[in-house]
């Protein structure tokens, strides 16, 4: 009889019984790639290369696991995947003087790639959204050196994205039209974005052919889209004079956004592609069709625990971004305790210093930084580079005052641990609930997850204030550490261990 698998969702929070690698994920339809750019490489792939060796012992590892672990929050299998990730500052904007990659790039951008990265996104600064210096939102401030940082970045094998919306524009451009935008609108620090509507035809005309223009012109691999978006399901939000609302709008649908969002997922992905969107918060999309591939949540949020509890279940692929302007943490190690269990991995900050100056320009009008959060970090940051050119540096708008000297190496440690659990191919079963793979159910407060490839890996995650003792079936060793196969784990308070299982002869 032919086995099933079960997805029970209940306030947002899914349950997977576990039966069958049929699977409770790719729920949704998979895109095609119809016309590949020649140069784009596709995502490196290590299961075409498998030995026969290699197949059985990954088959082996599922059969394990499935057998062994019969509830768990959510069960995926992970292909077409990039966990090293980085919003790369390319400088200042506004500026006085525009920013030029260099020499000096070229060694970051070594060493990012020598520590992981494989995707830099570039955030607003790439282009030239208030017609500064005669270029415009969808073009770059210096189309020269943005060429050129194209090619270092492609030279490394690595996808660059770039900052788009598909909805903020400057209400003070030239080709704004005020019958595109719903209302009320984004006003900080010197900008005043106005949210163009997804079910504006004369938004989506003026739009959609300037960001294919984008991918064609520059040759970029995508985009990361900050949505700008209100919906009209939100308090006090009006429709446009343009709106043409013939798609639902409720809090659990947003079908103009669905359907705008997915005819800009086509054409990335007909070119071969990447989307990352940005909603706000802990928030995912209310769509049913996938329009994305990653998913950056964390922007204003707070708190670590609640953050964690708050997109565990989001659909992969979840970048994870503390907004460290306002949230505290104990140790750089915490953003990596809140994030790997759930196969999710922490965006890097890095690039040029975030040096805050652009909060600071003669001639531009800011919001009194009094009123504005944006403009006052932003000024706390230029006044502490000022005051100490050595550093430690912030790297972007969600970054700490002063900088964070751990946080980069941090990064690294972990990535390099968390890569092998991530493989092309790989099974995974998040937040193990009812299993065999340990001898008593796991403590309050500790949080389990298997990876199965051709090896088999076991994340322990402690968010207890005391220390926990697991004993699990079969023998494991540390990871990252010496090959020591035992049973017994003892995790510290607020601590994470990644576990190998010891070879089945």
């Known amino acids: 009889m032919k086995r099933r698998t079960f997805l029970k969702v209940a306030g947002g929070a899914g349950i997977v019984k576990v039966a069958g690698t049929g699977g409770a994920e790719n729920l949704w339809p998979a895109t095609s790639v119809n016309r590949p750019i020649a140069t784009k490489e596709p995502t490196p792939s290590i299961t075409n290369s498998y030995s026969l060796d290699k197949h059985r012992q990954r088959l082996q590892n599922v059969a394990t696991c499935e057998r062994a672990i019969r509830t768990c929050l959510r069960k995926h299998l992970i292909t077409d995947y990039l966990p090293g990730q980085c919003s790369y500052n390319l400088g200042e904007y506004p500026c006085r003087k525009v920013w030029d990659p260099d020499d000096w790039d070229e060694h970051e951008l070594d060493r990012l790639k020598e520590q992981g990265i494989s995707l830099i996104q570039v955030h607003e600064e790439w282009s030239d959204a208030e017609r500064l210096f005669g270029a415009d939102k969808f073009s770059p401030v210096n189309p020269k050196g943005f060429q050129r940082f194209v090619e270092m970045v492609h030279k490394r094998k690595m996808k660059l994205i770039v900052y788009a919306s598909s909805g903020f524009f400057e ?139 708050a997109v565990k279940n989001h659909p992969p692929y979840v970048v994870p971004c503390l907004d460290m302007s306002r949230a505290k943490i104990e140790n750089e190690d915490e953003l990596y305790l809140e994030s790997i269990p759930y196969m999710q991995f922490p965006l890097l900050l890095a690039g040029r210093p975030f040096t805050g100056e652009r909060a600071s320009i003669p001639g531009i009008q800011y919001q009194p930084e009094e009123k504005d959060f944006w403009t006052q970090h932003c000024r706390e940051i230029w006044k502490y580079y000022q005051a100490h050119p050595q550093g430690p540096y912030s790297y972007g708008w969600w970054d700490s005052v002063p900088g964070r000297p751990e946080a980069q190496p941090t990064h690294a440690r972990w990535l390099k641990q968390y890569l092998p659990l991530v493989e092309e191919g790989t099974w995974a079963w998040l937040e193990i609930i009812d299993s065999s793979l340990f001898r008593q159910p796991l403590p309050q407060n500790v949080v389990a997850s298997a990876f199965a490839n051709d090896e088999l890996y076991l994340v322990l995650a402690n968010y207890g204030i005391s220390s926990a003792e697991i004993e699990t079936t079969e023998a494991y060793s540390l990871a990252s550490g010496p090959p020591e196969a035992k049973t017994q784990w003892k995790l510290a308070a607020r601590s994470l261990q990644i576990l190998k299982r010891t070879r089945q002869s």
């Open 171 to 309: 209400r003070k451009d030239s080709d704004f039209r005020p019958e595109w935008a719903r209302t009320p609108d984004l006003v900080e620090v010197w900008y005043h974005y106005a949210h163009c509507s997804p079910g504006s035809p004369g938004w989506r005309a003026y739009l959609l052919p300037h960001l294919v223009k984008i991918l064609d012109d520059y040759g970029v691999d995508g985009f990361y889209n900050d949505l700008g978006y209100n919906s009209l399901s939100w308090r006090n939000v009006k429709p446009s004079a343009d709106d043409v609302l013939g798609t639902e709008q409720t809090d659990h649908h947003d079908g103009a956004l669905e359907d705008l969002l997915a005819l800009i997922y086509s054409e990335v992905k007909r070119r071969g592609g990447i989307i990352k969107v940005h909603h706000g918060g802990a928030t995912r999309l209310q769509t049913n069709m996938k329009v994305y591939d990653y998913l950056w949540v964390g922007e204003g949020v707070r708190n670590a625990d609640s953050f964690r509890e």
